[in-house]
Structure formats: C-alpha cells, structure tokens
C-alpha cells in the first residue's frame, strides 16, 4: 500500500463526477431527485428554514441521493453479472429500487414535519 498521493485523490474525485454524471445522464428519476431538490431548496429559502431545519433537510436530500446512485450501481453491476433475465437479479433490482422509494417516502415525512411549521 502507498501512502497518501495528492494525484490519486483528485482521481478519484474525478471517478466520483463521473458516476454523478452517468448517473445523471441515464437514470430518469435522477432528474427527479434534481427537481425535487431544487423545489425543496428553494421553498427552504422562501420560507427562511432555521439552521436545525435545513440541517435536517440536508440529511434527507444527501440520504434519497445515496439510495439513487447505490441503486444504479447495484443496477449495473447485477446487468454485467447476470445480463440474461434471471428471476433472483430482477428481485434484487426491485429491492435495490425499494430502498429508493423508503428514502424518498422518509425525505418527504420529514418535509412535512420541516416545512408545516413554517405555513
């Protein structure tokens, strides 16, 4: 193992915006995410959020934004490794996505609770 090389971490922030990107560029709920994010941003400025609100909202938007790119990983690794249908994959997939949809129905739970408050 190598030590810490200033070269290598820029890499891999490179990788990591180009995951983003792909990310961005072929999953449609991704735009989704940036829709949502940009409304609940800009409602969080319109309704001037305390510091411990928009603490809490910048949990839940980082915690839907990880279930959408693990997803996605999790999505492309699963097509190389079993590119044919396979029963257990699409199970697999269908919970990946599941873990999605729990973070998404959480993040809005905690908009309301954010957000009533405040209307």
Not at 10 to 18: D, T
Request: net charge neutral.
């Amino acid at each position: 193992m190598s030590g810490f090389r200033l070269r290598a971490r820029l890499a891999s922030f490179r990788y990591a915006f180009a995951g983003l990107r792909t990310m961005l560029f072929t999953q449609h709920n991704a735009w989704v995410h940036v829709a949502a994010t940009l409304v609940v941003t800009a409602a969080g400025f319109a309704v001037g959020l305390s510091a411990a609100d928009w603490k809490w909202l910048v949990v839940v938007i980082t915690m839907v934004w990880f279930a959408e790119a693990m997803n996605t990983a999790f999505e492309y690794l699963c097509d190389v490794v079993s590119p044919e249908h396979n029963e257990a994959v699409l199970h697999a997939k269908d919970i990946a996505a599941a873990a999605v949809l729990l973070c998404a129905i959480g993040a809005v739970v905690m908009g309301v609770l954010i957000f009533v408050p405040y209307l």
